[in-house]
């Protein structure tokens, strides 16, 4: 007698990428059927993203009002929709593993986008953009001139992006660090104060790309809050997790990228560091996303377990030994905006918790998906509707009325922030949480 399978945890299998079977066309086609007809059925997903509406709308204007009466080269824009935000497995579905109907909506938008690629029907430019390690390389040598091209007040050169490689006008892009915070923590490291050294708290910031090319000012307020808080640091960057290859489908590069960066890193946890990650989505990638595509690999799993994201961390030291006295009251509330892939971690709002620990601060929680997802909102031919998807957000930001929004998410955060007429809030971007807690301390 078969057990209903929602009333237990949830289980993830793995992503058996290179079994002949994940590939094959015809039973790929017999999968997507059989799930399309199931999620039909029940449409709990219909506001998280665009895929469900696509495909609900797709199936009810077809002859039968089946997925039968569908061809299957009409399955390709409901997995184009698809950003890989893992929320409608995470907090929708009621049929998730180890439910008999076994639906796991991502991963199979995953293994088909895979077969695109096979078969070179995936777009050129965003593949070249999630060469984030390359591009970057370039991008803190010429920041200057690259930060003034990109400006969205640079119109005219704008134009010539968007007509030459897609790139939306409107897209506010990260700016390049004119270092990177590898270079920043080589430089001023030993001038920052360890304090309360009791603790014997030992961690290895993995800077993630975002951070070490992109935002150094989040690295630097993560270094000094833990050393605030007596935590011994190091530094480690040895190169992209692969988020942006797992959106763009190539599962190989990113189990490169998994092996080099896990090894690198384990080094540090053999000497007693705990690794700390600072972008939400390289959190997900070190701690369930690699053991996934690696599921017999016994370091990647040994390197999961010694993960933790930086708020998760801090509000663990507070929990065990207390944080150093020093935290000030901050002016205006604080939006927390809980982005999509913390919320895949399973680990609780830990950025909200971490917030709490400042003196008298007003927080508020936004749960809904920012629309930004990778290159998803920034080419022109996905951006209006990565603003769609964006728009609740962005009035639940605007209507929560406080001075600052923070996210670990930072492309969220910008994404969110251009929806202007939605939101206003102080910064121009959202704030990474552990930014507050440096504020509060006065770092």
Known sequence: MNKEGSTKAPIRHPINFEHPDFLDEKKLDEEVRRVFDICHGCRRCFNLCDSFPKLFDMIDASKNEDVDSLSSDQFTPVVDSCTLCDMCFMTKCPYVPPHEFDLDFPHLMLRYR??????????????????IDRNAKIGILFSRIINWISNTKNKFLRKILELTIGIDKRVNLPNYNSETFSSYYKKNNNSINLENQAKNRKVVIYSTCFVNFNKKKTGIAALKVLKKNGVEVAESYPGCCGMPNLEQADLKKVTVQAKKVSKELLKWVDKGYQVITLTASCGLMLKFEWPLLLPNDKEIKRLSKNTSDIDEYIVDISNKEGLASGLKEIDGGVTVH??????????GIKARDMLKLIPNIKIDVVEKCAGHGGTFGVMKTTHNLALKVGRPAARQVKNKNNKYMASDCPLAGKHLEQLKQDTKISNDE??????????????
């Not at 930014?435 to 770092?443: P, R």
Request: with cysteine.
């Open 338 to 347: 809980h982005a999509c892939h913390a919320r895949a971690q399973n680990m």
């Open 430 to 443: 959202a704030l990474h949480p552990i930014e507050l807690l440096a504020k509060a301390y006065k770092l």
């Open 114 to 131: 895979t077969l695109q690629k096979k078969q070179n029907k995936l777009p050129y430019i965003p593949t070249q953009l999630a060469q």
